[in-house]
Every structure is written in C-alpha cells, then in structure tokens.
C-alpha cells in the first residue's frame, strides 16, 4: 500500500469531502472532473479502500474516507499556512480582500473568525462589508467584492458559491416564558405566543409566516429587525418568542451576560436554515481568496456541528 505522497491529494479528498460532488469540486480545484475521477480512482488503488461512495448524485465519505480526511486536516492547514508564509518571504506587500456579509450574519463567530484569520495570515488583510444580500451578489460580479456570505445560493455565471454549511431554526425565550422549560415545541404550539421575528424578504421569516399558516394561524408579530441581538434583548423584556437560527441564537447570546437565563428549544420538525460562501468568479482566483472562502467555509461547518449537537 502506497501512502499519499502528494498535498495535492489531500487537497482533492478535501474539496470532494466539501462539496459532495466531483463536478462542484473539480470547478473549485480548476482541474476537469475527468481528471479528478481519474485521481480518486489512483488514491483509493495505492491505499486498498474505497474513499467515497455514491449516494444518489452526491459523493459521500466512507467511514476509512472520513478517518483519512480527518488525519489530513492538520496536514492541509500546516501546508497552507507554511506556502503562504514562504510567499511572504518573496512577497512583503500585503493582500486585500473585501468581504461582503449579509447584517444578520454578522455574530461573534464572524468576529472570532477574523480574528483567527489575521494572526495566521497576517500579510492578509481583510475588509469587512455589511450589506444587503443583492448587493452582496451585485458587488461580487462587478468585482468591488471578493467573498460574500450570504443567506440564499447566489445563482450567477460570475460567481463561484462554494459549499453552504446547514443550520437549523430554533426558538428562544426569557424565563418568565411559560415554554421555558420545554425542550421541543412544534408551530401549533406557538399559535398563542407573540413573535419577534427577522424583518420580511428573508428566508428565515418566510419560513415563519408558512409554517405557520400551515398549522392554521397567522403569527402575532410585536417586532421585526434584521438584527438578531435586538431580537433577542426584545424578547427578553416583552416574555414573546424569538424564532431564528439556531447558532445565530447562541452566537449572539455570547457577551451578553444578562441574557444568559434566555433558553434555545428545539423545533420540530427542525425547519433547515443555510449559509453560502461565495467568490467573484475569475480566470484566475487568487490563493489568499481560495484560502480565506476555504477556512470560512470550514470554520462555519465545525461551529454548526458543535452548536447542534
């Protein structure tokens, strides 16, 4: 049996692994899809196991795929951060990416990411956008922006949305609410209580109002923001019910002590809630951008997967 001698396989396990399609993956690589099914085809000879198998049209991980995925994890972000920084060496000039994010995605995980970020990748210097969704996708195809997260798949030829990581929405309320001490809750239940909800022309209330009317009532609505920190100290004052997603629930519950009490319960069946990562498609993407939308789109997936759990 012959090991991976190459980072570059490790970096097609990866990117498989991520968009669950070798189509999507050999875009995201610049390779074509015959050439990466010829690689996996190679990896899975010298190592004596099969890494993916077919699930319907996507390409799932096998349980060895997901041992050897998770082994080269470390190997990738060693690599990643030891080729850029040897760049520095011929390089001394600073990058400049600018980066678009839609206001309610803006959460001390898009802080703590940052923040990671820029000690690992200092000669990278990040420039944050807080803007509508629409002129998110507007400013990535003009080229004003370089990355954009976003709530909705960016459907254009000159954007490249890489894989959306998925949540789930959930409802949060003060102690004084009476289904304080629920651990799950459907919309029937809520028919009574008052809502306080995102603003409306965002998937989030859309999925609000119909599953509402689908269990056979309109929702009392008290206060509509895009923000959900003021969703959040506004339910705690008026003991309504806030339904959003479910990390951005908790995210937004860090640093705000007197908010600590306020309890997430779960929906069901949980209504599923997603966010894209996305690039200004080019002939040629730049290394710090296909890094920075790489390490967002991870960062994003490994914090998702510990607020569900």
């Known amino acids: 049996m012959r090991c991976f001698t190459e980072i570059r396989e490790l970096k097609y396990l990866y990117e ?33 196991f099969k890494l993916f198998e077919k699930t319907g049209r996507r390409n799932r991980l096998t349980p060895a795929g997901k041992q050897v995925l998770e082994l080269a994890r470390p190997v990738l972000k060693s690599f990643d951060i030891f080729e850029n920084n040897i760049k520095r ?3 001394t000039q600073q ?33 944050i956008h807080e803007l509508p969704e629409e002129t998110i996708k507007q400013q990535l ?32 309320v003060g102690e004084n609410n009476e289904f304080y001490h629920s651990k799950h809750l459907t919309f029937s239940d809520l028919k009574n209580s008052i ?14 109002i119909s599953n509402c009317r689908k269990s056979g009532f309109e929702p009392k609505i008290a206060y509509q923001s895009s923000q959900i920190g003021l969703l959040l100290e506004y339910t705690n004052l008026n003991q309504g019910i806030c339904i959003f997603n479910r990390c951005m629930i908790h995210d937004n519950l860090i640093g705000r002590p007197h908010l600590k009490n306020m309890h997430i319960i779960s929906l069901i069946p949980p209504p599923p809630c997603y966010c894209w990562v996305s690039i200004r498609k080019q002939t040629e993407i730049s290394p710090e951008i296909q890094i920075f939308a790489s390490e967002l789109t991870l ?3 490994e914090d998702t997967q510990k607020r569900i759990q």
């Open 141 to 172: 195809i003009s080229g004003d922006l370089d990355v954009g997260m976003t709530e909705n798949f960016l459907s254009s030829p000159y954007v490249l949305t890489y894989s959306g990581f998925e949540d789930e929405v959930a409802v949060a």
């Open 16 to 48: 498989i692994s991520q968009c669950q399609s070798l189509e999507q993956a050999a875009a995201h690589l610049f390779i074509t899809q015959p050439s990466l099914t010829k690689a996996v085809k190679k990896m899975e000879n010298d190592l004596g």
């Open 95 to 127: 990058v400049s990416i600018d980066f678009g994010v839609i206001p309610f995605y803006q959460t001390p995980f898009t802080s703590n990411f940052l923040y990671v970020f820029r000690k690992q990748y200092p000669y990278i210097q990040v420039n």
């Open 299 to 301: 960062s994003l997936t």
């Open 195 to 208: 809502f306080n909800i995102v603003t409306s022309g965002h998937n989030n209330y859309n999925q609000i």
């Open 89 to 91: 060496i011929n390089d």
